[in-house]
């Protein structure tokens, strides 16, 4: 016999979970198709970052994990999901939130807000670094030097490097970030027209970073970004979702664009791309950078000079556009009146900025 319930759900035309068969749908997934309630919803999308920790095997017990956190909805659901991962399955980890502050008034200001929020509301304590301690600058100071055009390279670069920074001085094992699949398959395109090879052969790694200093891993590999925004809506959490004031004009909306014109089409498209940018194989013939160290900062660099270096000499020099493109930098004699400030080969006695840790 059909309980109640689901009788009178079926005479009001109501459609059941698929999953379930008990309660009234109340989505449908982005990533399958499938109509189902909120609790289902839940519960599998849990279940499959779950599963993508455990056979790519992600942590350790014991490890101390840095949660990259920008308030918002990726990094804001990525702390949720992992603080209830971690104690319904035992995982053991140490968490943390890391903010960078990059600096940019109306936007990061008020969403470290938001990060200070969740760090009482999830009980993980808070690390936030700067551009200005780090660098010297702030991103509002950039763009007013350099202009619109060229200012994600800065950000981009600098808080790559200001994440490492923040985590060598939490001391933490692992840096764990919210990129989802829309992102990793606009990072495969973005590398494709750029015919960026050595990007395009490590983009879809899960981990990356593995012969730097902290390793990088992404758990919201093959999440859809529309399931963690119903995610975040649902279970009403507490995100900032203003888009950065300085990024209309990125080369990487264009590809995000045609993402989501691909997935209005079909769904599936956002794995495909993942796929094939993890089938693809470089010819032994191409060459790739070689990984060292920067002379100047320590910091992982296949130049002299780290990207963060000479973006910064650039500024200093009241030269902003001397690091952009991938063969102008500085040249040698520069390079060798910097060689007698070389210090220890470590992130964390040496930076690119002002600031000594």
């Keep these: 016999m059909e309980d109640?319930?689901?009788?009178?759900?079926?005479?009001?035309?109501?459609r059941l979970c698929c999953l379930c068969h008990q309660k009234k749908a109340a989505l449908k997934r982005p990533k399958t198709l499938?109509?189902?309630?909120?609790e289902c919803f839940y519960e599998v999308f849990e279940e499959e970052i779950h599963q993508v920790i455990?056979?790519?095997q992600l942590f350790k017990p014991g490890e101390r994990i840095a949660l990259g956190a920008s308030g918002g909805k990726d990094s804001t659901v990525l702390a949720y999901v992992l603080s209830e991962l971690n104690r319904r399955h035992n995982y053991g980890l140490d968490l943390f939130l890391l903010s960078v502050d990059e600096g940019i008034t109306g936007y990061r200001d008020d969403s470290l807000e938001t990060v200070k929020r969740n760090e009482i509301q999830y009980g993980l304590?808070?690390?936030i670094v700067s551009y200005k301690d780090l660098y010297g600058w702030?991103?509002?100071?950039?763009?007013?030097m350099i202009g619109l055009k060229n200012n994600c390279t800065f950000c981009g670069v600098f808080?790559?490097?200001a994440l490492d920074r923040g985590a060598a001085l939490l001391k933490v094992d692992k840096i764990a970030t919210g990129h989802n699949a829309d992102d990793i398959a606009e990072t495969v395109l973005l590398n494709i027209l750029r015919g960026d090879i050595a990007r395009l052969s490590r983009c879809t790694s899960i981990v990356t970073g593995e012969d730097g200093p902290i390793p990088r891993c992404k758990p919201f590999k093959y999440t859809f970004e529309k399931e963690i925004v119903m995610y975040a809506y649902f279970k009403r959490l507490d995100y900032f979702s203003t888009e950065c004031i300085y990024s209309p004009n990125a080369y990487r909306g264009f590809a995000r664009e045609f993402i989501k014109d691909l997935e209005r089409i079909r769904p599936r498209a956002i794995l495909d791309i993942i796929k094939s940018g993890e089938n693809f194989r470089i010819s032994t013939s191409t060459k790739m950078p070689e990984q060292g160290t920067c002379e100047r900062c320590g910091y992982i660099s296949s130049q002299k000079w780290c990207k963060a270096c000479v973006l910064l000499e650039g500024l200093n020099r009241g030269l902003p556009k001397l690091g952009i493109g991938r063969t102008r930098g500085l040249n040698n004699d520069d390079k060798k009146d910097t060689k007698k400030n070389n210090g220890t080969k470590s992130i964390?006695?040496?930076q690119c900025g002002t600031l000594d840790f």
């Design 4 to 14: 109640s319930a689901d009788v009178k759900a079926k005479k009001a035309g109501a």
């Design 348 to 350: 964390e006695s040496k």
């Design 159 to 161: 808080r790559r490097q």
């Design 34 to 38: 499938e109509q189902i309630c909120r």
């Design 125 to 127: 304590p808070l690390k």
């Design 54 to 56: 455990v056979e790519n």
């Design 138 to 144: 702030t991103m509002d100071e950039i763009v007013k």
